[in-house]
């Protein structure tokens, strides 16, 4: 779906953004009637309480929307999305009264707020719609707001509609948009192609594994993000439990975000060249299925035992990874969720991320910050390294004992890299609503990758 701005119209309705520092002064300034219908209401400017004023003729005149204080702003991202989702349809302005940084992060709350999945509706849900703010860059925030819509709408979609062949349609689809260019390598041609772990993930599902490869760009210098495109995991053999597998649409959340932030990029027109490499598939049961036990030769070469069917993510990433550093990117990002062990130490709001560079992960932090993407670095802690080392292969997939698990993970993927490398393991799903973020899925870390790039690649 498409977040847009709305068009001014003589009709829009202001929108007087208060504090409960600034209610008396603004209360003054009402007639008389209004001054007791707002005490009537109660208003007090709490965060994202609304208080309507009529005209003479029952419409809305004006609304005061309850800004907060800084304590009650801090506990939250986007402080005006919620009175985005809370008003009646129409169109509406910000009269005044922000800070440029903050009628950015409003304007884009507002937005996103504005998302809805609305592929298996029969009925549209309407929503209220914001005029552009002076003073901001609008089609810098639609550009984002974009991305995360499409981000979104791709991890929402059921795995029954959303499997390795859709989520190459996608890609497909972004690549026209943007006359990016694309192959895809699918099924048997895996092998040939020297694939072997992509192959050996998704050789047990009847949708066909295949590693989609994207590039886009003809000068500056070179980013590849590798995006996690289990597009269904049962676990496999080691099937998960039911409580376990009910979210696991959303195993394809890194292909999404780094799809989402390809867009974004693009679409911006940033002076880079880009690839995107996404393993897409399904990781399944059949006769065919790969086995605890199995030892499977990478692409890399690197020998890996696959102590749990369930730990695929790494071994199709490691594929992937491995094709990138072939040539010599400037920076390599993964995105992939790829350990319920980041989910449990993190939670859903922040994302996860590692990197060797200290000057990137403050860059990387700072801008988290900048764009309400918050981020959190973990270490990738080389003392950890014996634990992904196994008896009698190169790599363990699934090392016994569950210690640290987003870490051996981190390691695990780093085996394959030799470029400057960052990986984000993101949990991709927004459990309960919270402002601007609706529940489903959602996008972690690519604003704040987008916003940190001109500073991490000098752009
Ligand atoms: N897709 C899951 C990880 C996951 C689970 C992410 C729940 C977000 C929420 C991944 O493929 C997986 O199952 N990982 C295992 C690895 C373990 C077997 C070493 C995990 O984290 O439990
Ligand atoms: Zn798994
Ligand atoms: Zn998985």
């Given at each position: ?69 800084e304590?009650?702003r ?36 507002w ?79 895996l ?7 992509i ?104 020998t890996v ?26 920076l ?36 988290g ?91």
């Amino acid at each position: 779906m498409t977040l847009s701005f709305a068009v001014p119209t003589p009709d829009a309705i202001p929108l007087a953004i208060v504090t409960p520092d600034t209610l008396g002064a603004l209360v003054e300034t009402l007639p008389s009637g209004s001054q007791a219908w707002v005490q009537t209401q109660g208003f007090t400017a709490a965060l994202g309480q609304l208080c309507t004023l009529p005209n003479e003729t029952g419409d809305i005149a004006r609304v005061l929307v309850g800004f907060g204080n800084e304590d009650a702003r801090a506990r939250g991202r986007f402080p005006l999305a919620s009175a985005a989702q809370k008003l009646p349809e129409g169109t509406y302005y910000i009269e005044s009264g922000l800070t440029p940084d903050a009628l950015r992060e409003n304007a884009l709350g507002w937005l996103l707020a504005c998302y809805r999945f609305d592929r298996y509706r029969t009925q549209p849900q309407p929503a209220a719609r914001l005029v552009a703010p002076d003073g901001i860059d609008a089609q810098q925030i639609e550009t984002i707001a974009a991305g995360e819509a499409l981000t979104r709408d791709l991890i929402n979609t059921p795995a029954s509609d959303m499997g390795p062949a859709q989520l190459e349609d996608a890609a497909r689809a972004l690549a026209k948009t943007h006359k990016a260019e694309i192959t895809v390598t699918t099924g048997e041609a895996l092998l040939d192609q020297n694939f072997p772990m992509i192959h050996a993930v998704g050789r047990a599902s009847p949708r066909a594994p295949r590693l989609i490869d994207m590039r886009w760009g003809q000068v500056g210098p070179m980013l590849t993000l590798v995006g996690k495109g289990v597009c269904f995991d049962t676990g496999g053999l080691n099937i998960k439990p039911g409580g376990s597998m009910g979210l696991m649409k959303k195993d394809m959340g890194g292909a999404a975000t780094a799809l989402g932030l390809a867009d974004m990029i693009m679409r911006s027109g940033l002076p880079l060249r880009l690839r995107v490499l996404i393993p897409a598939v399904e990781n399944s049961i059949n006769g065919d299925a790969m086995r605890p036990q199995d030892i499977l030769t990478s692409r890399k070469g690197l020998t890996v035992e696959i102590n749990n069917t369930d730990a695929e993510g790494r071994l199709v990433l490691a594929d992937a990874l491995a094709l990138a550093d072939e040539e010599t990117p400037d920076l390599v990002i993964s995105m992939a969720t790829l350990t319920g062990a980041a989910r449990v130490a993190l939670g859903p709001d922040l994302a996860p991320y590692f990197t060797d560079d200290d000057n990137h992960a403050t860059r990387l932090a700072q801008a988290g910050q900048r764009v309400a993407d918050p981020v959190w670095r973990l270490p990738f802690h080389t003392p950890y390294e014996a634990r992904i080392e196994p008896g009698i292969a190169d790599l363990d997939n699934a090392p016994s004992g569950g210690m640290a698990g987003a870490i051996t993970a981190a390691l695990f993927l780093r085996r394959f890299v030799t470029a400057p490398y960052m990986h984000f393991d993101i949990y991709g799903w927004q459990p309960t609503a919270a402002p601007a973020r609706p529940k489903g899925g959602v996008g972690m870390g690519a604003r704040a990758i987008l916003d940190a790039l001109p500073e991490i690649l000098d752009l």
